[in-house]
């Protein structure tokens, strides 16, 4: 079964203490030509920034900070965080996580709509090898 079509790398997550005592020296080692605002997120119990990076493409870096003890990555930082997730962005969703589903990815977060993304939605997935992906669908649902 082929994987479904249209999906792009949209950014790399990094799970951090303080997106604010981490942006700079982040921002300097990767060569950020800007960053985004700081985005509060409740469904996620999180915050996140978003750094662009020189590179063709348009790939950014996450930095991720929990905002909350019981935010899905607290226990993540409590180990060190670092390099937590790959982030596809993809034509269709749901068609994604059935085809993930297929080859024997687990669904550990469903559908939600994320701050960070202006309400698309974004599912998260753990893949056989213990890969965390994230994917954001690419169009609001509902719009065509």
Same mark, same amino acid.
């Given at each position: 079964?082929?994987?479904?079509?249209?999906?792009?790398?949209?950014?790399?997550?990094?799970?951090?203490?303080?997106?604010?005592?981490?942006i700079?020296?982040?921002?300097?080692?990767?060569?950020?030509?800007s960053?985004?605002?700081?985005f509060?997120?409740?469904?996620?119990?999180?915050?996140?920034a978003?750094?662009?990076?020189?590179s063709?493409?348009?790939?950014?870096l996450?930095?991720?900070?929990?905002?909350?003890?019981?935010?899905?990555?607290?226990?993540?930082?409590e180990?060190g965080?670092?390099?937590?997730?790959?982030?596809?962005? %993809?034509?269709?969703?749901?068609?994604? +996580?059935? =085809? @993930?589903?297929?080859q024997?990815a687990v *669904? $550990?977060?469903?559908?939600?709509?994320? %701050?960070?993304?202006g309400?698309?939605? +974004?599912? =998260? @997935?753990?893949?056989r090898?213990?890969? *965390? $992906?994230?994917?954001?669908?690419?169009?609001?649902?509902?719009?065509?």
């Amino acid at each position: 079964m082929p994987s479904p079509s249209g999906a792009t790398l949209h950014h790399i997550g990094c799970v951090v203490d303080s997106i604010e005592n981490r942006i700079e020296s982040y921002g300097v080692a990767l060569g950020s030509v800007s960053a985004s605002r700081i985005f509060e997120d409740p469904i996620q119990r999180s915050r996140v920034a978003f750094l662009n990076l020189p590179s063709p493409g348009a790939v950014q870096l996450e930095l991720v900070e929990p905002a909350a003890s019981d935010s899905p990555v607290a226990r993540f930082l409590e180990k060190g965080g670092g390099l937590h997730h790959l982030c596809y962005e %993809v034509d269709d969703l749901q068609e994604q +996580i059935r =085809w @993930m589903k297929s080859q024997r990815a687990v *669904l $550990i977060r469903s559908p939600k709509p994320a %701050v960070a993304f202006g309400g698309r939605h +974004i599912a =998260w @997935m753990r893949t056989r090898d213990a890969l *965390l $992906i994230e994917y954001l669908e690419r169009r609001l649902s509902g719009s065509g």
